[in-house]
């Protein structure tokens, strides 16, 4: 009796060649992850090397834009936790950004790394975007979304994560 799978697709991608599909759809997920990584990098050092921004006043600064944001944000009481340090707020998000990005372009810690920079982006559509009209001009809702790919798959090739994994295996004597 057939129940319409088809069994043998799966042994031509672990010990075969692989057809310019399979190919495609195993590296599908390394463009995002090669842009939201050095969009993040490049987002914290943009922040860290801002001659403005890590102020908690005066124009372009973390302190103007949260007071700013803080009466148009889903969540205002985020916005006031921040604001009783705002340039340490601004470290926290600038070096969280860095690691975010450093974690995903190299696929260290590839999914906790996803969550990281899924979070940054929720807080940052909760507060600062959250009032953009319409909803889909705000960028940090569509970051967020972008983050979900990769929390879910991780970083599964050209990784650190990979890397550890087939050493793994191999310690272990065989397949895992």
């Known amino acids: 009796m057939t129940h319409g799978m088809r069994t043998d697709t799966d042994m031509n991608r672990l010990n075969g060649p692989r057809g310019w599909r399979d190919t495609a759809a195993h590296y599908a997920l390394l463009p995002l992850r090669v842009f939201l990584g050095v969009t993040f990098i490049y987002a914290s050092l943009d922040k ?3 001659s403005s921004f890590l102020k908690s006043g005066g124009a372009g600064s973390i ?3 949260m007071h ?3 009466d148009s944000a889903a969540i205002p009481a985020l916005v006031d936790l921040a604001l009783k340090a705002p340039v340490g707020f601004g470290y926290g998000i600038a070096l969280g950004e860095l690691a975010v990005g450093i ?3 190299l696929g260290l810690l590839g999914r906790l790394a996803a969550l990281g920079g ?3 982006s929720f807080s940052l559509w909760m507060t600062v975007s959250w009032a953009t009209t319409p909803y889909y001009y705000g960028n940090d809702l569509a970051y967020l979304m972008a983050w ?3 929390i879910l798959a991780g970083a599964p090739y050209l990784s650190v994560d990979a890397a ?3 050493r793994r ?3 272990l004597g065989g397949y895992r």
């Open 103 to 105: 974690g995903t372009l």
């Open 118 to 120: 899924a979070l940054i």
């Open 48 to 50: 860290l090397t801002s």
């Open 164 to 166: 550890w994994r087939a």
């Open 68 to 70: 700013a944001a803080r």
């Open 169 to 171: 295996r191999q310690r």
């Open 63 to 65: 302190g103007d834009t």
């Open 148 to 150: 979900l790919p990769l």
